[in-house]
């Protein structure tokens, strides 16, 4: 049922709306609207009632074990939300002048710092939103440096075939082509390919290491150095620092910028989609390209970094500082983790993508790159199953939601046949790690014994199978009465 | 360990089963050369007592009087329940719903905020949401130029009452796709877009036209003249507006002849903290027939198995994850959690309270000018019609006057200097519905104070 359908006219959760209704005749009559917007008209309990309700239909990481390969949900701590919701933080105007913002501020900036020594860079911006816009502003400070040496004829950025949708819809945002790198069959970027492709023409290569396919990047130094040799730069999409927090540092690697994820390494929540929050963080030689704001401390006072103070900016992404409860959040789990606790993040969740990695396999299930160490993920390949059964990943993740787990990333990436990407975190335990291989198990025989029945699944949730195809073919965005 | 769960004997086993000795042999794929040294410049660890004192401290520093600031952000009453239930573990750590079953509760939000956003605005097709105001207009400018079939241009009329800062992000956001940007004046006895000075702009092909609504100063455009001229180009129209203000303003549907063809904003008016500036979110909503052209997520309603009524991320083949480097927009992630809380703030406020919302917020603009143009020199920039929002000019220089306006309790407004220098002194200022009496009269004590010593008000 829709808060629509709950409406009754006249209805209203009284405590909410300035009392009397003041006239609004001062506005003349031709800006004004002829017919009032049709909101719900409920109480405040229904309203309560009914989110409470719905929110009831969701699975999150409080709820379900999320394996969500790619996407880091590992648990989002509390006290990182408490500290962010503090009523002078939630009230503070972000045009408010910078003495009445020194509280958020100085978080801000250390954020900015420890997150430089994190990854090995010279510099961190946080003002950009989520992890596309951190793409973007990464691929738009390449081109801007090629740019201001006059170095324009460099119209490709190189994209391994496994790369996440948004690289390649970023570079062509910024207004380069994308070539596509093939994934060798050890997991690693195909070197003969990578090298015939590098030229005069590249203007960088965008990366995530460890990879899409769950696995670290080993010649990574090599490439940096091709690239570097053809005038070229490396950007590093951050989705996967997780795997490597204090281990080791994208800047090291020889990257000239990256982005992170700060809703996933950092743990800040998905929220249902966002808000996300990215950080991009540059060497020496991008630096006066960063995006504005960032906070600068001149003699234990913060003021922000605009326009006027680096002329070279790619310039402003965001209204106003970007996604800053976010980043208040990332900060506060930061401080928690601290130093040691950063290191732990790497180890643990790789422990589990391991682990887990370990049991399926000695469950009979195949593993995309049987012969390397998982990062904090990996692929398991259901081709089989699809064959010899008739069960494919969709049925796998369907049922395993019946069983409740949350789906692991399906078909992707697109190179491995039947693909599940699994990323347990370091959040989880053994006992659910456990749980989820006995699921598959489960799921595995009950494919053997009666397909049909599992092709059915779920049957567990508030809703069977969807008909994507209605959904499309018959476009229905809004209710009407 | 904080957030880790493992056993020493756990652990211990989980290394036997893969067979390594210490989780250090995990990692020795990684190049010696990469491994990093320790972490010297990360402080220890620090338990949730010590952060929150911690936290505390910082926030006590951040104390805020009263607000008289809005230009793109505004000091609306959030319901207790909003962020109540927004918090809530099954809506704040789930992820973008590609799992439709297991995210009916999500999917349904979705669908009845696309519901609220095309009643505000008029226009049937809503997205589940873009970063923020600025980007959304960004986003709306790429499509304007994609989706006009008419005319193959990439020239947008980009007047200049629209925001700075959303003009500034266009600016970074389509700058290597080869838009051009042409900036429209505005006239400055009205603060508004002069329709009788657009002729000029005539000329050359313009694929989209922005008209925002009200403009960056809170004055009213002109905007079924400007749609209808735009669509006599056979320009897209593109309206920005402020949700607020579509409970009481026309609808972008419903501007000129046959209404805009896309409308964005700003959501934060919508239930969400202003949080020094963000997390809040953009909407954008369009016509039937150009929903094919919106960036990021869409919701469709359709049925499961049983023929039960059901909610799915749809149209999935225009997004970056399907198209890759032909999708509409690289958007992922968008502003999900946001979406939850302005729909929760909607339902809560309804069509009747979301209009008193918007009148009080007018009558006390209304208010807070007619106390402060009693003070000697204060008058207002700009003649015509407003919503909620005006330029004042004062007779001293804003940097000066503001601090003392601060000394005083009181967040007197935006400094316009900066950014419009030749109008000389001016205030961006706005009272909305949280502003009392008291606090207008505080401001205009404190105003008074600041330009002509005690007692010495004019005409007040």
């Known amino acids: 049922m829709l808060i629509y359908e709950i409406s009754r006219k006249g209805r209203r959760a009284f405590a909410q709306a300035p009392a009397a209704a003041p006239s609004s005749d001062s506005l003349p009559r031709r800006f004004r609207r002829q017919r009032p917007p049709q909101l719900p008209e409920v109480s405040e309990l229904e309203t309560v009632r009914h989110y409470t309700r719905l929110s009831q239909k969701n699975f999150g990481i409080d709820t379900n074990f999320y394996p969500l390969g790619s996407c880091t949900m590992k648990y989002n701590p509390r006290g990182a939300n408490r500290a962010a919701m503090l009523p002078q933080f939630l009230e503070r105007h972000p045009l408010a002048p910078e003495e009445t913002g020194q509280g958020v501020m100085a978080c801000i900036h250390e954020l900015q710092g420890e997150l430089a020594e994190l990854t090995g860079m010279r510099a961190v911006s946080l003002s950009v939103m989520a992890g596309a816009q951190g793409e973007f502003a990464g691929v738009a400070m390449i081109r801007a440096y090629h740019d201001a040496r006059g170095d324009t004829g460099r119209e490709e950025i190189l994209v391994p075939d496994a790369a996440h ?10 207004g380069y082509k994308v070539r596509e790198i093939p994934t060798g069959a050890d997991g690693d970027v195909d070197m003969e390919a990578f090298k015939a492709a590098v030229g005069p023409q590249t203007a960088g290569i965008m990366l995530t290491n460890p990879s899409t396919v769950g696995v670290f990047e080993r010649r990574i130094e090599e490439i940096a150095a091709t690239v570097h040799e053809a005038g070229g730069l490396l950007y590093y999409d951050g989705a996967n620092l997780n795997a490597i927090l204090g281990k080791a540092r994208p800047g090291d690697m020889g990257f000239d910028v990256i982005h992170l994820n700060l809703h996933k390494t950092f743990s800040t929540p998905h929220g249902g989609g966002g808000p996300g929050a990215g950080a991009v963080g540059v060497n020496e030689r991008l630096l006066p390209y960063l995006p504005v704001p960032r906070v600068a401390e001149e003699a234990g006072r913060y003021r922000w970094l605009t326009e006027a103070d680096c002329p070279e900016t790619i310039g402003r992404l965001c209204t106003f500082n970007g996604n800053t409860g976010i980043l208040l959040r990332a900060y506060a789990y930061l401080r928690m983790l601290g130093r040691e606790g950063a290191t732990r993040v790497a180890e643990y969740s790789t422990l589990n993508a391991n682990y887990l990695m370990t049991r399926l396999r000695e469950a009979g299930f195949t593993v995309a790159y049987p012969q390397r160490r998982a990062s904090h993920e990996f692929i398991v390949s259901l081709k089989g199953e699809a064959k010899e059964l008739g069960a494919n990943v969709m049925d796998f993740a369907k049922r395993l939601l019946d069983l409740g787990y949350h789906a692991p990333t399906t078909y ?18 053994k006992r659910e790690l456990d749980g989820f291989v006995e699921a598959m198990v489960r799921i595995r025989e009950e494919a053997r014994e009666d397909i049909d029945s599992l092709k059915g699944a779920p049957y567990r949730l508030p809703v069977r199978r969807l008909d994507d195809v209605k959904a499309a073919r018959e476009l229905n965005l809004r209710w009407e009465a | ?68 600031i809005g230009a793109g952000a505004y000091d609306h009453h959030v319901p207790a329940a909003v962020w109540e239930l927004t918090t809530r573990g099954e809506f704040y750590s789930a992820y973008t719903p590609y799992q439709a079953e297991a995210s009916q509760g999500t999917l349904q939000v979705i669908y009845e905020f696309q519901t609220m956003m095309s009643e505000l605005t008029g226009l049937y097709a809503a997205n589940a949401s873009l970063y923020d105001g600025a980007t959304a207009l960004a986003e709306a400018v790429l499509m304007a130029v994609r ?51 657009l002729g000029r702009f005539e000329d050359e092909p313009l694929a989209a036209v922005v008209i925002p609504q009200p403009n960056f100063f809170g004055a009213l455009e002109e905007v079924d003249r400007l749609t209808d001229w735009a669509h006599g180009l056979n320009a897209l129209a593109i309206a920005v507006c402020n949700p607020v203000a579509l409970a009481l303003l026309t609808p972008p549907g419903e501007w000129g002849s046959n209404g805009a063809d896309i409308a964005c904003g700003e959501g934060q008016p919508l239930g969400i903290p202003l949080a020094s500036g963000g997390p809040y979110f953009g909407f954008m909503t369009t016509r039937k027939d150009l929903v094919r052209q919106l960036p990021g997520r869409i919701v469709g309603r359709t049925v499961d198995a049983d023929g039960r009524t059901g909610y799915t991320l749809t149209l999935q083949a225009r997004e970056q994850h399907i198209r890759r480097s032909k999708a509409t927009s690289n958007i992922c992630t968008n ?5 939850t809380a302005a729909t929760i703030h909607l339902a809560l406020l309804g069509t009747e309270g979301l209009s008193r919302v918007a009148a009080a917020c007018h009558e006390h603009t209304r208010e807070l000018v007619h106390k402060l143009t009693a003070i000697e020199g204060v008058e207002r920039l700009f003649d015509g019609p407003f919503f909620h929002e005006v330029p004042l000019r004062i007779p001293a220089p804003a940097d000066e006057v503001l601090p003392r306006l601060a000394a005083e309790g009181v967040l007197g407004g935006l400094d316009l200097s900066t950014e419009f220098p030749e109008w000389g002194p001016a205030l961006l200022v706005c009272a909305t519905e949280t502003r009392t009496s008291e606090e207008i009269d505080r401001f205009a004590a404190a105003l008074s104070e600041a330009l002509h010593g005690s007692g010495r008000r004019a005409h007040g």
């Open chain 1, 165 to 174: 949708g948004t690289n390649p819809a970023t570079a062509t945002m910024c």
């Open chain 1, 412 to 429: 992707f990436p697109t190179l491995v046949p039947e693909a599940l990407l699994i990323e347990p975190t370091e959040t989880e335990s």
């Open chain 2, 1 to 68: 360990m904080p957030f880790i769960p493992h056993t020493e004997e756990e652990l211990q086993e989980m290394l036997e089963a893969i067979g390594v000795e210490r989780i250090e042999g995990l990692f020795d794929e990684i190049p010696s050369s990469l491994r990093s040294a320790s972490l010297e410049g990360l402080a220890p660890g620090m338990g949730e007592m010590a952060l929150t004192r911690l936290m505390r401290t910082r926030a006590s520093r951040d104390e805020q009087p009263a607000c008289f």
């Open chain 2, 147 to 197: 989706a006009n079939r008419k005319v193959k241009s990439k020239r947008v009329l980009m007047p200049r009452t629209v925001h700075p800062r959303y003009r500034e992000v266009v600016r970074t956001i389509v700058a290597n796709q080869g838009i051009e940007l042409i900036e429209a004046p505005l006239d400055d006895t009205v603060g508004r877009i002069d329709p009788e000075a």
């Open chain 2, 335 to 339: 502003q999900g959690l946001m979406v």
